[in-house]
């Protein structure tokens, strides 16, 4: 049987690599996982009461866009958060934050763009489902180095105009997945500015803004409204997941402009699966209360502050601005993560499987990922394992 070739180019996912390459060995002491982003602080204590109390209505179909009182809360939340007020038709409940980035390429994304292929930008290293979703679309993928000389994030305004004139989207995660740097509000206005000279469109992966160390992230919503850009040039995408401590949960949301947002609800009627009922009204009450999310920052705070006390001293080596992974400068991320494997049994993703390959180079080759989500004590120990195995 032939397969579509579309794909052919991507490498496998990050989590299957990464089993191909330490489960042949055995763990060199008690298995520590800091590999993938699942938060494990305790979920808010009024999930079960609300699934409980509203069971039967599995029962029913849910509303595709998300029901009006879900979609109020979300706009509630949206107006506390970035001090902006969106309608209800600029607002569309998602599966979590991947699906919507993936199938808001296909609604938004068009075949072609001055008669040539469209490019789609995503930063290099970056999250996986940004470049499927161009190959799904027929459009270029193009990888732009996030590194050190460009503060971790970014730098779409060095591309040549003949370049920019033919992409279509942009993605962009702040704060980044992997590294942890946070776009300010000047970067949001060149990027904006670039947006509306290129005719493009933002895809603004937010997932992670309420996870921070000292200053709650610049979001792209407040600076397109203060700036007065085109709400169609605009899509941010956020998620309960890390928020709330759901990753179980798959409920998330992107707000944009109405037009857009529009052909992203046509695609789900079609292709898309909608929010449980009892999942949209547990997800109701989560963006309503900010004070679980408050508690949970806290947690992330006093793990922070534990991170730097272990890797005191070690230059180069910093707990990020916002989300919750460590990017750990290595001579090489996978022998390092094979290392730590073998001899400690802590568990940590090459930086490599987050990048791909770009003028000969991987940006993430000598980093590791290290996700801050275990409990307090478990992270530290893993950390001090960590900087013990790999830099004496």
Same mark, same amino acid.
């Given at each position: #049987?032939?397969?579509?070739?579309?794909?052919?180019?991507?490498?496998?996912?990050?989590?299957?690599?990464?089993?191909? /390459?330490? @489960?042949?060995?055995?763990? $060199?002491?008690?298995?520590?996982?800091?590999?993938?982003?699942?938060?494990?602080?305790?979920?808010?204590?009024?999930?079960?009461?609300? #699934?409980?109390?509203?069971?039967?209505?599995?029962?029913?179909?849910?509303?595709?866009?998300?029901?009006?009182?879900?979609?109020?809360?979300?706009?509630?939340?949206?107006? +506390? +958060?970035?001090?902006?007020?969106?309608?209800?038709?600029?607002? #569309?409940?998602?599966?979590?934050?991947?699906?919507?980035?993936?199938?808001?390429?296909?609604?938004?994304?068009?075949?072609?763009?001055?008669?040539?292929?469209?490019?789609?930008?995503?930063?290099?290293?970056?999250?996986?489902?940004?470049?499927?979703?161009?190959?799904?679309?027929?459009?270029?993928?193009?990888?732009?180095?996030?590194?050190?000389?460009?503060?971790?994030?970014?730098?779409?305004?060095?591309?040549?105009?003949?370049?920019?004139?033919?992409?279509?989207?942009?993605?962009?995660?702040?704060?980044?997945?992997?590294?942890?740097?946070?776009?300010?509000?000047?970067?949001?206005?060149?990027?904006?500015?670039?947006?509306?000279?290129?005719?493009?469109?933002?895809?603004?992966?937010?997932?992670?803004?309420?996870?921070?160390?000292?200053?709650?992230?610049?979001?792209? /919503? @407040?600076?397109?409204?203060?700036?007065?850009?085109?709400?169609?040039?605009?899509?941010?995408?956020?998620?309960?997941?890390? +928020?709330?401590?759901?990753?179980g949960l798959r409920s998330g949301f992107v707000a944009g402009g109405a037009n857009?947002?529009?052909?992203?609800?046509?695609?789900?009627?079609?292709?898309?699966?909608?929010?449980?009922?009892?999942?949209?009204?547990?997800?109701?009450?989560?963006? &309503?209360?900010?004070?679980?999310?408050?508690?949970?920052?806290? /947690?992330?705070?006093?793990?922070?502050?534990?991170?730097?006390?272990?890797?005191?001293?070690?230059?180069?080596?910093?707990?990020?601005?916002?989300?919750?992974?460590?990017? /750990?400068?290595?001579?090489?991320?996978?022998?390092?993560?094979?290392?730590?494997?073998?001899?400690?049994?802590?568990?940590?993703?090459?930086?490599?499987?987050?990048?791909?390959?770009?003028?000969? &180079?991987?940006?993430?080759?000598?980093?590791?990922?290290?996700?801050?989500?275990?409990?307090?004590? &478990? #992270?530290?120990?893993?950390?001090?394992?960590? +900087?013990?195995?790999?830099? $004496?």
């Amino acid at each position: #049987m032939a397969f579509p070739k579309r794909f052919s180019n991507l490498p496998d996912y990050a989590f299957p690599r990464l089993r191909k /390459l330490l @489960d042949a060995y055995p763990p $060199g002491g008690e298995t520590i996982s800091m590999t993938i982003g699942e938060p494990r602080h305790p979920i808010p204590d009024f999930v079960a009461p609300i #699934m409980a109390a509203s069971i039967q209505d599995f029962a029913i179909y849910p509303a595709n866009d998300g029901t009006p009182e879900l979609l109020g809360a979300i706009s509630g939340w949206i107006n +506390r +958060r970035f001090g902006v007020t969106l309608a209800q038709d600029q607002l #569309m409940v998602l599966n979590g934050t991947r699906e919507g980035l993936y199938n808001a390429c296909i609604a938004l994304c068009p075949e072609t763009k001055h008669g040539k292929q469209p490019i789609v930008l995503m930063p290099n290293p970056f999250y996986q489902v940004y470049a499927v979703a161009a190959v799904t679309v027929g459009a270029e993928p193009l990888y732009v180095p996030a590194t050190a000389a460009t503060g971790f994030l970014p730098d779409y305004a060095s591309l040549p105009p003949e370049v920019l004139d033919r992409v279509t989207i942009a993605y962009i995660c702040s704060p980044a997945n992997p590294q942890g740097a946070v776009a300010s509000a000047g970067y949001w206005k060149i990027l904006l500015a670039l947006a509306e000279k290129h005719d493009f469109t933002i895809f603004a992966d937010e997932c992670y803004s309420e996870i921070w160390r000292n200053t709650a992230p610049t979001g792209i /919503l @407040d600076v397109a409204h203060a700036t007065g850009a085109d709400p169609e040039r605009v899509f941010s995408f956020h998620s309960l997941s890390k +928020r709330s401590n759901l990753p179980g949960l798959r409920s998330g949301f992107v707000a944009g402009g109405a037009n857009g947002i529009a052909q992203i609800r046509k695609l789900r009627s079609f292709a898309g699966a909608p929010l449980p009922l009892p999942i949209q009204k547990v997800s109701q009450a989560a963006w &309503e209360d900010d004070t679980h999310v408050a508690a949970s920052l806290a /947690l992330y705070h006093a793990k922070f502050d534990a991170a730097d006390a272990v890797f005191a001293g070690h230059q180069g080596i910093k707990t990020p601005e916002g989300g919750f992974f460590l990017w /750990l400068p290595v001579e090489d991320g996978e022998q390092a993560a094979l290392k730590a494997w073998r001899e400690t049994g802590v568990r940590v993703l090459p930086g490599a499987y987050l990048s791909r390959d770009a003028n000969g &180079e991987n940006p993430g080759k000598n980093y590791i990922r290290v996700a801050l989500v275990a409990p307090k004590e &478990e #992270m530290q120990r893993g950390l001090i394992q960590l +900087r013990d195995c790999l830099y $004496g």
